[in-house]
Each structure stands twice: as structure tokens, then as C-alpha cells.
């Protein structure tokens, strides 16, 4: 049998193995890994990081602080360990700057875990740092979002021409003592086409200035009465196209909501055309109620609903259903991920209720926003 003192030895031999294997592993990742403890200490490095870092050697027990000069996108220095130190749950980041003494600097992927030695067990705890240099990504997304605005910006008035001459074709036609029906639906077709072009415009021009982080809010003080009225006003023309009633609820304890009025009208605009276009009987259903320091703002309807595994995408990027009705409207799949842009820079939480066959809920809670 082996003595006590053989076991130890075989312990620590084996423990050293694992030590080195964990070593290897983390140094043949192409990100940088780094690993500090509670106080923010760095624990451990691989060679990616240090060559991210630009640095031949970061000693253990350093402060974080001293190895990550971290700049945001207004040249302010950030204190990562303060930030992911207050965080319950993991910290990503493609905003963050990394500067070096030199003056130069590179974007950086930044993900922060919390972890803990022993699970479900007390005991010493830190966190894994994950860097990625994006240098190259973030030129590419500014540059293709620099092509987005200029081309938006030059195509609008071409598409407005276009518009406004085949708005006149049709009131010239409309004149004719004798009617062609090809020569009718021809021209509203083409008219169709225009303004979902004039659409897609808009929307890409709103995604890349929300991209670019170049949309400023204007506070104001918003009378919700009048914007649910005036929304219902707007669009009960191209409900009652497809027999559809829109019906409004408003609290009436409502007081004036301080945020950005452009903004709330847009996604409850976006919300509400998206309502008309899916639903084929029945109502619509705008509505607000007073919460505490905000308002809740619904647009509810009877339409085709959404299914669970569509609900979970509807903010994506260029998503569009697979749902035959959803394919036979035209769209882009850009409205409703410019709408979560913007319920972002409001600071405002939005909730989707819908299913399949059922219809669908899009429930918005707007903050107060506070000016000073």
C-alpha cells in the first residue's frame, strides 16, 4: 500500500500535469485571455493577450488597471474592473478602445465572466477577460455604414421624383374619359414599388445614423392623448382599405411623458403599419397606461400571430418569417431592428405577447427622461 506521503507526491504530480494542460490549452487560443481575481489582480495571461497588449510580460498580482487603458468612443478612460465588478451576469463590449502609451489605438472585442473556485461552494472567485482585436471589423462596419448614408442620402430625391410624377400619372389618368385596366394597375404597381423603396430609404438611412450612434434625443414634454388620437387618425385610412377598425384605449390618469416624441411616434408607427399588414380581419387596438415614472404605449391585433421560435428574432437584423403570409407582404426586415435601436436610446423595455393564429401584442414601457 502506498504511504500517506507517496499519495500527496502523486497528487501534486497530477495536479501539476492538469496545471500545464490548462496552460497549453489557454495559450493555443487565438484571443487573448486574461484571469484576475475578486480584487482585480491579474492571476494569469496567454501569449495572444500579451500580444494584443503589445507587452513581453504582465507580473501576477498587477492591477488590471495598470495593463487595460481603456477608452470609450468619447476618449474618457473606463474602469473595467468598476464595471464588471458591479455586474451580476457576463460583460460584452465591441465600444471599447484599447490606448497605448504610444498614442495609438486599437478596437477590442471585450467579453468579462465572473467565476468561482468549486461550485455551489464558497470560496475565492474572479473573472475571465476575453480580448479580440476588431480593428479591421469596426473600419469595415463604419465604412459600409458611411456607403448606407451617402447612397440613402442620394437616392431619396430621385425616388421622390419618381413618386411625384407617377402620383400624377395616376390623378391624369383618373381624368381620361376611357379606362385602360393594364395601363391602371401598371402605374399602381410602379407607384407600390416607389414607396416601398422610398421606405427601405428611410429605414436604412435611420439604421445607419443608430449604428453610428448619431441619433440625438430631443426631449419634450409629450401629450399621449394627442399622439394615440393622431396615430389612430393616421392610419384608420389604410385599416378601413382592408375592412379593419382601429380602436384606442387610453388611460385617462395620463400626465405628459418627457422622452423624445420623434422617436415614440416612430416605433409605435413601425409597430402599428406592422399590425395593419398582418392582420386580415377583425381590430387593432392602440392603447397607453400610466406606469410608475413612464408610460406603457400596446398595439394589439388579431392578425396571423407569431410563432415561439419567430417571436425570439423579430428584433433581428434582416429577419423575415418563413410563414407564407408573412412572405406574401413585402419588407425589408430592417423595421423592427431600427425600432429596438431606438427603444434602446430611450432607455425604454418593450415586450412581445403573440401566438400563432392568435394574434400579437408589442407593448413598449417609455421612461420619463430626465433633462438635467
Not at 500580444?51 to 477608452?71: E, M, R, S, T, Y
Not at 382601429?246 to 409597430?271: C, H, K, M, W
Request: without cysteine.
Amino acid at each position: 500500500m502506498l504511504m500517506a506521503d507517496q499519495m500527496g507526491t502523486i497528487n501534486n504530480v497530477n495536479a501539476a500535469l492538469e496545471h500545464e494542460r490548462l496552460t497549453s490549452l489557454i495559450n493555443s487560443m487565438a484571443d487573448g485571455v486574461m484571469a484576475i481575481d475578486e480584487f482585480g489582480k491579474v492571476a494569469m495571461t496567454n501569449g495572444a493577450a500579451l500580444n494584443i497588449l503589445d507587452i513581453n510580460h504582465i507580473p501576477i498580482g498587477q492591477q488590471i488597471g495598470k495593463v487595460l487603458n481603456i477608452i470609450n468612443k468619447q476618449n474618457r478612460t473606463v474602469d473595467l474592473f468598476e464595471i464588471v465588478s458591479k455586474a451580476q451576469r457576463q460583460f460584452t463590449s465591441r465600444d471599447l478602445r484599447l490606448a497605448y502609451a504610444s498614442g495609438e489605438t486599437v478596437s477590442l472585442y471585450i467579453s468579462v465572466s465572473p467565476v468561482r473556485l468549486g461550485y455551489g461552494h464558497e470560496g475565492n472567485h474572479g473573472y475571465v477577460i476575453l480580448l479580440r482585436d476588431i480593428t479591421r471589423e469596426k473600419s469595415l462596419e463604419e465604412e459600409r455604414d458611411e456607403f448606407i448614408s451617402v447612397t440613402s442620402h442620394e437616392l431619396r430625391t430621385p425616388i421622390a421624383i419618381a413618386e411625384g410624377n407617377i402620383g400624377n400619372a395616376q390623378f391624369l389618368y383618373d381624368k381620361l374619359p376611357q379606362k385602360n385596366k393594364a395601363i391602371s394597375d401598371a402605374l399602381e404597381q410602379a407607384h407600390m414599388q416607389v414607396k416601398f423603396l422610398a421606405g427601405l430609404i428611410n429605414d436604412l438611412a435611420t439604421l445607419s445614423r443608430a449604428e453610428r450612434s448619431k441619433l440625438d434625443i430631443a426631449v419634450e414634454a409629450i401629450n399621449v392623448h394627442d399622439l394615440i388620437s393622431g396615430l389612430s387618425d393616421t392610419y384608420r385610412p389604410d385599416a378601413e382599405v382592408k375592412q379593419l377598425k382601429i380602436v384606442t384605449e387610453i388611460d385617462p390618469g395620463l400626465e405628459a411623458l418627457q422622452s423624445s416624441q420623434l422617436y415614440v411616434r416612430e416605433i409605435l408607427q413601425n409597430f402599428i403599419t406592422n399590425a395593419i399588414k398582418y392582420t386580415e380581419k377583425g381590430h387593432i387596438t392602440i392603447g397607453a397606461q400610466a406606469k410608475h415614472d413612464g408610460v406603457e404605449f400596446f398595439v394589439s391585433d388579431t392578425g396571423i400571430g407569431i410563432s415561439k421560435t419567430d417571436k425570439e428574432k423579430v428584433f433581428d437584423k434582416f429577419f423575415r418569417s418563413e410563414d407564407y403570409r408573412t412572405r406574401a407582404n413585402s419588407g425589408t426586415g430592417l423595421g423592427l431592428y431600427v425600432t429596438s435601436k431606438l427603444i434602446k436610446l430611450l432607455r425604454a423595455k418593450v415586450r412581445v405577447e403573440s401566438e400563432l393564429n392568435h394574434g400579437s401584442t408589442f407593448a413598449i414601457f417609455v421612461p420619463n427622461i430626465q433633462t438635467q
